[in-house]
């Protein structure tokens, strides 16, 4: 195993493990001693990484506060505060979200439809671009303060970046700032549509969000409104079963296979981060 001090490869694994089971080594090039996950994303954790990776996963996918979750994990012999939940889900939700959108680059369809949502942060409603591809598979997702022309071509710059292919068409509300930003930052190719009817796919999709964050009861500032919003866009897009509006879904006992094929592949992905 490579020395994370100093990038020696004349390492010796040692007999003694960590107190979580981790397995231990000494450098011979420095002389320092470290573990398996010194250096990584999860150094410093007092708890095993699957354990704190599946708090945060189900902290965005399931509608569980923050002491729900504590309680949950001290029945299986893990005790911890909320607090501790927070921490992790600061920590640990953008790396989720940025292997879960790595997962998705260059896989986007043709059609866009594009729209923005109400999301409540400190009492004050913000605005969430959101957009999906004809299959209703996600495209991207910002949180933005303002609805304005720069949060517009700032959005579909972000959605391009992801897609890595202009569309054909894109598909949004009334809005004024859509006209502009689309040619701008599309080109002046991209057939745009303006009809709210066309647009109904999305304003239907914008319920999953909506129905995870109404117990909350809102975000508490702006910084964990993005972060959270963001997560869970990308993980209900990894989870989703059907990759075409016109598919039909699986049998419940195969969708639960899946599911849990996809999970034990997610968490193998981010314990090797």
């Known amino acids: 195993m490579t020395c994370p001090h100093c990038a020696a490869t004349t390492t010796t694994e040692l007999t003694k493990r960590t107190q979580l089971g981790y397995r231990a080594f000494r450098c011979a090039a420095c002389q320092r001693q470290f573990n398996e996950r010194t250096g990584t994303s999860f150094n410093y954790l007092e708890f095993p990484t699957d354990i704190v990776l599946l708090v945060v ?19 299986r012999g893990f005790e911890f505060t909320h607090e501790a939940v927070r921490e992790w889900e600061v920590r640990f939700a953008p790396l989720v979200a940025d292997k879960l959108r790595a997962k998705r680059k260059g896989q986007a369809g043709r059609s866009w439809h594009v729209d923005e949502t109400y999301i409540k ?3 004050v409603w913000k605005y969430l671009y959101r957009a999906i591809d ?7 997702s910002m949180l933005s303060e303002h609805r304005d022309m720069d949060t517009a071509k700032r959005f579909f710059k972000a959605a391009l970046d992801i897609a890595e292919e202009v569309p054909e068409r894109v598909t949004t509300d009334g809005h004024d700032s859509y006209p502009r930003a689309i040619r701008e930052t599309l080109g002046e190719e991209v057939t745009h549509r303006c009809n709210p009817y066309l647009n109904n796919r999305i304003e239907q999709d914008h319920r999953g969000i909506k129905q995870r ?61």
């Open 57 to 75: 996963l189900w902290r965005i996918r399931y509608k569980l506060s923050l002491r729900d979750l504590a309680e949950m994990f001290l029945e």
């Open 121 to 123: 942060v400190a009492g």
């Open 134 to 140: 004809r299959d209703g598979d996600l495209i991207d």
């Open 213 to 273: 964050y109404y117990p909350m009861r809102g975000f508490g500032n702006f910084d964990a409104a993005a972060r959270f919003c963001r997560a869970f866009d990308e993980q209900r897009h990894y989870f989703r079963m059907r990759t075409s509006m016109r598919q039909r879904m699986p049998p419940l006992a195969e969708q639960r296979r899946e599911f849990c094929a996809r999970q034990t592949a997610l968490m193998g992905e981010l314990m090797a981060a």
